[in-house]
């Protein structure tokens, strides 16, 4: 299977999201409100933070700045990842479908401390 | 589909700790009157990363390199040649370090008496310099060769930091293939599993899927790769891909615990899970009969 494209998952819940807010009636919440904003800064080699918790079915807009060098960030269990290049905001945007705990880790190799460079992203109730 | 390697054995319908890949095309190999075609033996060595320090993970780690060149030169038979498959140094971020390492491991390696002897990097040894010191040191990082019959295609996927093969290496190995006939014996030599194998431990191509989608019409593909230091068998359609041993340390097998880290260094076994690989090609049935050695030279 081709890893979803994180944009597309993102534009079909946000549908799905927006179709249940119709089903509240007049008092849904919007978007703007609903949506999870986390800044993450990477550098040599480490994130901070290094545990991500989000909650199932609000979209999440990762905000990745780098400190130092091209860093990535890649969750296979969530099939989501993202370049991060120093000098700008790198945006990651999905909506987590299922609970659990997910590692993530650096897939853009940077120097000797590389293979440590990890976290954990949360996805919660 | 996953299996392990009894299970790759039962599937290959032979049994020992030899077994053949590629079985397809038997009948449609045939050498013209002029061919040369002979079995032969090749070595694959890895994951030698050289500069590692860390007595908890190898407390040889100036001598096992050393130990396995020996090794080899004490072999009774002399292999046609032999292949590194990257992570020949560990990685450095000091660019002056790494020409040290690179330098030092070429001095080491050059004490083998077979000379035919083909190198590639890995990650630790071109991630940080897009392949700079590496060719510096040994030449391309990607390219073929022809040995009596086979057809070897290295393919450097790991001077992109991105753990890609790129579309211009993607474009120069489709032109390659496409002056192959579709029943050419191919070897492939990679350094990252061209496949997923785990990606949460970065152990996998990112355009990988590209590269094997551009063999797969070819019959007779067989992949050997290193950098997750320790054997594995795994097919992709047709296509078998072998993992090697390293040469420093091992790592745990996939997923098997949360987080990667070297396997430690066990004094009651020492250097276990580190050797080479030796693989005899028949070249007439298009067969490989592959065999593990440790780092004395011993078959396990
Ligand atoms: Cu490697
Ligand atoms: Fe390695």
Redesign the interface.
């Known amino acids: 299977m081709k890893i979803p494209n994180g944009a597309l998952l993102f534009a079909c819940a946000v549908v799905l999201l927006a179709s249940s807010v119709v089903d509240l009636g007049g008092g849904g919440i919007s978007l703007g409100q609903e949506e999870q904003v986390i800044k993450v800064v990477a550098k040599r080699f480490e994130y901070s933070p290094n545990t991500i918790t989000v909650k199932i079915g609000v979209p999440v807009d990762l905000e990745f700045t780098s400190l130092d060098r ?1 860093h ?1 960030f ?1 969750c ?2 969530l099939s989501i990842r993202t ?1 991060i290049y120093p000098g700008k905001v790198n945006r990651l945007q999905f909506v987590p479908q299922k609970k659990g705990t997910f ?1 993530f ?1 650096c ?6 401390g ?2 440590g460079m ?1 976290g954990t992203l949360l996805v919660t109730d | 589909m996953k299996i392990d390697r009894r299970d790759f054995l039962k599937l290959a319908g032979i049994g020992g700790v030899v077994f053949a890949s590629a079985l397809t095309g038997i009948d449609r190999w045939a050498y013209g009157a002029t061919s040369k075609a002979r079995d032969f033996y090749f070595l694959q060595m890895s994951d030698s990363h050289w500069g590692f320090q860390g007595t908890a993970v190898n407390p040889d780690a100036a001598g096992t390199l050393k130990k396995a060149v020996a090794a080899v030169n004490g072999l009774r038979w002399k292999p046609d040649f032999i292949m590194f498959t990257g992570d020949l140094t560990h ?3 000091d660019d002056k370090e790494r020409r040290k390492r690179l330098a030092e491991f070429k001095g080491i390696v050059s004490a083998l008496k077979v000379k035919n002897v083909h190198f590639m990097p890995g ?1 630790h040894d071109a ?2 310099d897009e392949g700079a010191a590496f060719r510096e040191a040994f030449g391309k990082t990607h390219y073929t060769f022809d040995h009596k019959g086979i057809h070897f295609i290295v393919v450097d996927n ?1 001077s992109d ?3 890609s093969i790129g579309d211009a290496q993607l474009q120069w190995l489709d032109t390659d293939l496409k002056k192959q006939r579709k029943d050419t014996p191919i070897v492939v030599f990679t350094h990252r599993p061209l496949f997923d194998l785990y ?4 152990w996998h191509t ?1 355009d990988g899927a590209k590269a094997i989608d551009l063999l797969t019409p070819y019959t007779n593909v067989v992949v050997l790769y290193g950098h997750i230091h320790q054997r594995n068998d795994f097919m992709t359609g047709h296509i078998a891909h072998h993992a090697a041993q390293g040469l420093m340390y091992p790592l745990p097998a996939p997923g098997s615990q ?3 880290a070297p396997v430690p260094w066990d004094p009651a076994n020492p250097y276990r899970g580190l050797g080479f690989r030796e693989v005899k090609a028949a070249v007439k049935n298009v067969q490989y009969a592959i065999a593990e050695y440790n780092v004395m030279g011993a078959k396990i």
């Open positions: 091209l990535g890649n296979p269990g370049d590692p880790h897939d853009n190799f940077c120097g000797s590389h293979e990890t | 990685t450095t971020d990650e991630g940080l790991v930091p991105t753990s990606p949460d431990w970065d990112r949360p987080k990667k």
